[in-house]
């Protein structure tokens, strides 16, 4: 009867998150519904917190002042936001959104607050038990940072190795990934027959869960069995020639872990660049491209001056985003070169962080270097959008 | 600057035929309209002379040259498109002088050529502007800028003024005669504006699915339509039609209906006695419907009823009710009679059509 037990567990499970939801509407309900009377904060400010306690009682009773004060001080703060910004207005919009909010909270600003705290201590293997009994761990201010910049996150590559390489594997990407996806567009931008089935073959590899496309790519990188060995192997053996010039079999995975993770996330990342540049392309007028004829433009005068600068609008957004997404690919890498001990040959920062945290268990420092790798891609995010603005204002 | 000439023209997208035969010749210096109810073939002609369409059979000439197969950019032509199609991204300036850039034209002739367009249209004090900044008449001189720097022999103009309001287009009616007076190029201009027809053309060919149905001066086409369509479509408000039968009586040709008997004078028909029997279509445009006045050639009196009356400041149109048929008649303003009252009307036999109503084709002098 083992399934009728993960039937009732996963039922208990779901009327718990209802349970959880109704409790927060119920929760705002009437916050929205009495906020604006003179003697609701005061009630607010004694009931919730209690009946919180209440709750909590059920599960520990450990520090119940202490922790009586936290849920005064967070409907405290409930109350001041309700008083300063929800005051006045429409209020059926902010309690729908409030239960997403809270979620929001919970997932995105609790873990990111809680990696800052950890970013100034020092929890590592050596202080996790201490952490654990005591609730406690040490102090360090700044050293974390002064560590990231300073020692390596892996046992063979420095930071600044690491930095640059980092920045060679988003750039050579990206490159790749706006140029394949710019000629693609073009061809799929003409008149030509299937043009449907050509655009779903080429979306699949964006369509498909990324872990099994990157598996997948990986077995055809194999050195004896994959298919990218074999098509060498015999253009090497139908052209001796071509041999000479060291055409032939590669250690793909040992040899150039880089290079590889580099040509499957190529392929996975040009359907994106190809469907928003085609929604660009299929945007633009053609009487712009009459006008070009008839003004004289060769065809590659029309794709400079007409082209690419009406595209820009589009390709800006979507070229931040790949920007962050392939300086954050971990995914490729990991599951390329990472399994199984693994090559550092072929790590960015990210995946380093990865091994920081949990293959050395350096959890502070990697809080640490993670708040790092996020202000380099912030200030990367805010120089494209500032171009992008750019771009809007000629228009 | 250029003749254009089509010969024997035919277009056909997959099996749909927009054009079939068109022949016009266009003389140098000449500015001709091509009018024509929507989707007749109009913009399709021009974007063949641009070029931009592709010839299914014909030839087309420019300065006696076939260019059926020559890349717009080597016709020497310019054209003004309904949308305008100004580069968005570019400032008024880079715009205009897009085309002498690709052309690697130097510096100071683009500077030369770009401040010479913009002093004819005015245009100097929006030459740093994004078109996106421009009002829509100033985008349409801008257009009209782009196309006279590059010198072009032939000017295409296709429905310029569609998009501005009713004043502006008035207004820009007169730049673009001003501006043909100055420089005196060859321009073949599409509209379905009658007034711009009638005002700016030197010629106008009136073209009906595909097929060009008249060409001639536009005083021509307005006296002497040479169809039934033509007839219908130049002048406004549109020309009254009755069908009936001639019939000689004695010497005389008379034009009979159910509701009137009308003879027709010689000088309309000539061998009256050839037309007997025929099945004929007459029509007589609502200036030259006379109500209670007489004519110097008119026919005779007939009695009518006023059903509704339009005032439209110094004319005034009459809804009239001729026994079982309606026509309409423009008089002066005012004509103070209440409607339902009755009325005597004439026609002015100089401004009367005839066609014949199988063929649709003009037999009148
Ligand atoms: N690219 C095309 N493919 C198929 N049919 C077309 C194409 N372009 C035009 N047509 C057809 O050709 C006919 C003539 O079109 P055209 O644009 O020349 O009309 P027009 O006289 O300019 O009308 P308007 O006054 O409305 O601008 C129309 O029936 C249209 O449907
Ligand atoms: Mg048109």
Known sequence: MDILRSVYQVAGFIVLISLGVAVLEGYFYYHFKYYARSWFFPAALTVFPLLALAGYYGVTWEHPLRVWAYFVAAEALVCAAFRNIVKGRNTLPYLLLAPAFVGLALLLVYPFMFEVYLSFHDLKLTTIMMWKNTGHIPFVGLRQYWNVFTTSPLSEVSFWALVGRTLVWTFSNVFFHVLGGFALALLLNNSIRFKGVYRTLLVIPWAMPQVVAVLAMRGEFHATNGFVNIVLGRIAAAFPFLAHLGVGPVQWLSDYPLLTCTIINVWLGIPFMMVVILGGLQSISSSYYDAADIDGASYFQKLRYITVPLIRPVLMPALTLGTVWTFNNINVIYLVTGQAGGTEQADILVSALYKAAFTYNRYSYSAAFAIVVFAMLFFISVFYLHGFDAAKDER | ?365
């Open chain 2, 1 to 365: 600057m250029a003749s254009v000439e089509f010969k024997g023209i035919v277009k056909r997208f997959k099996d749909n035929t927009v054009l079939n035969g068109v022949d016009v010749d266009i003389k140098d210096h000449e500015f001709v309209v091509i009018v024509g109810p929507s989707g007749c073939g109009k913009t399709t002609l021009l974007r063949m002379l641009a070029g931009l369409e592709e010839v299914t059979d014909g030839e087309i000439l420019i300065d006696a040259l076939r260019v059926n197969e020559l890349h717009p950019s080597k016709r020497q032509i310019a054209m003004v498109f309904q949308d305008y199609a100004l580069y968005p991204h570019m400032t008024v300036e880079e715009n205009m002088s897009f085309a002498l850039r690709l052309k690697r034209t130097g510096r100071s002739e683009i500077e030369a050529r770009v401040q010479e367009a913009a002093g004819i249209l005015q245009l100097q004090k929006l030459l740093k502007r994004m078109p996106k900044q421009l009002s829509g008449g100033q985008r349409q001189r801008v257009a009209i800028g782009r196309a006279i720097v590059r010198n072009p022999k032939v000017f295409l103009f296709d429905e310029p003024l569609s998009n501005l309001d009713a004043k502006l287009r008035e207004e820009m009616r007169v730049e673009i005669a001003k501006l043909y007076q100055r420089l005196n190029a060859t321009i073949i201009y599409v509209t379905h504006d009658q007034v711009e027809a009638m005002t700016l053309a030197g010629r106008i060919v009136v073209m009906n699915k595909g097929i060009v149905q008249q060409v001639g001066s536009p005083i021509e086409v307005y006296r002497k339509p040479a169809n039934l369509f033509v007839a219908g479509f130049i002048g406004s408000p549109t020309m009254n039609f009755f069908s009936g039968q001639l019939r000689s009586e004695g010497d005389r040709l008379l034009f009979v209906n159910e509701n009137m008997k009308l003879p027709i004078p010689s000088f309309l028909l000539h061998d009256g006695d050839r037309h007997a029997g025929r099945e004929v279509v007459v029509g007589v445009r609502p200036d030259d419907v006379l109500v209670g006045r007489d004519g110097a050639e008119c026919s005779g009196k007939m009695e009518a009823v006023l059903e509704v009356c339009e005032l439209l400041g110094h004319r005034e149109n009459l809804y009239l009710k001729l026994g079982g048929l309606r026509l309409l008649a423009t008089v002066e303003a005012f004509f103070d009679r209440s409607p339902g009252s009755a009325v005597t009307l004439c026609f002015n036999y100089r401004n009367m059509h005839v066609f014949d109503a199988a063929t649709e084709r003009r037999i009148s002098e």
